[in-house]
């Protein structure tokens, strides 16, 4: 019998390429947890992945009431058997937007679906997963939660969560960022980046132990061609990619990527939890040039998997504790 597995924004980009991964391979069958189920099919579809593999589910993270519904219809589906595993992949990156946009709920656009959104959804989750054997939950991270790399420390603005004032506050309208400051897009997709990975750290604390389950974040390297960057000009879209290649050396080709967070959940080595896995040939330090003085990292391809270190303010347990009690009062979970 196929393993269950929840792949959330399933319908493009990295989500897509590892449902299509996983679908493959025989072993999983991909639950694709989307906002717009046509379109999920289409792709499928065009991508090959074989019937009798995957359904296209709706889960609008934009709205709690359907993060819940999306819950209910999940547990209908699979009929009494386990989640095996749960990918939280989804995600909007609102740079140049000047004023915030709000969910269902009135939460900003960046935290509510990132973070708030998949925060719900775990929450829900963690009952059946803890009945499967050797279950896995992955939320993507970012390179924003390592300062010592370019993408993550050097490039304008850093995430910073301040004194959390915004998320205690229940993070609604009128209220955009969560350190209660003035809205600033390209900030906010960062901050929810690293509530993502402070979440990870605090369902392995809270969970680990007594449920088996085995909680995880990644990197996948700069994946510069998805649709994450809609909102950049037509010239950024096409330089990004270029600059990522020879000059970081951080690109990773879409299909590559979701070969790698695919393995972080088929892969035996992946089986520890509390772990941020990333792979060299990845996003690198301020060194750009080999010595030879050429680009190094092009293509980063065959990058092998390591244990990442995030910075110190991820993994910060005070802070992670705030972030997860609030979040959960903001979710409506206390
Ligand atoms: P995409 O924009 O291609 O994928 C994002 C997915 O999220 C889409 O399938 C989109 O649905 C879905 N989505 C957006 N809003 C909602 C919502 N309200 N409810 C449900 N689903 C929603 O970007 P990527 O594939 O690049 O991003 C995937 C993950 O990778 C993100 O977590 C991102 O932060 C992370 N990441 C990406 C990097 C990159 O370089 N691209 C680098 C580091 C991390 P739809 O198909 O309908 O648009």
Redesign the pocket.
Known sequence: LRELVVI??????????TAVELSKSGKYFVVM????VE??KK?AKERGMPDGSYVAMK?????LE?VRDFVTNLKAFKAGRPLNHLI??????LPTDPKPQF?DDGFE?SM???HL?HFLLVNLLLEDMAKAKNARCCI????TGNTNTV?GGLVYPQADLGNLSGLEKGMKQPITMADGKPFFGAKA?KDS?VC?MMTVAELNRRYHKDTGIIFSSM????????????EKRTWFRKLFPLF?KYVTGGY?G?EE?GQRLAQVISDPRCNKSGVYWSWNGGAQTVGRWSPDGKPRGAGGSGGEIFENQQSDAVRNPVVAKKVWEYSKKAVGLS
Not at 33 to 36: G, L
Not at 59 to 63: F, H, K, S, T
Not at 140 to 143: A, F, L
């Open positions: 959330t924004g399933a319908s493009s980009g990295l989500g897509l390429a947890a989307v906002r717009d379109k999920a792709v889960l609008e993270l934009a709205n359907s939280c992949n989804a995600a909007v990156y969910t656009m509510g679906v990132n959104g993507v991270g970012s390179i993408g997709y980046k993502n990197y996948p390297g700069c994946i510069a061609e998805t649709a994450l960057f809609r990522m990773v879409e990527a």
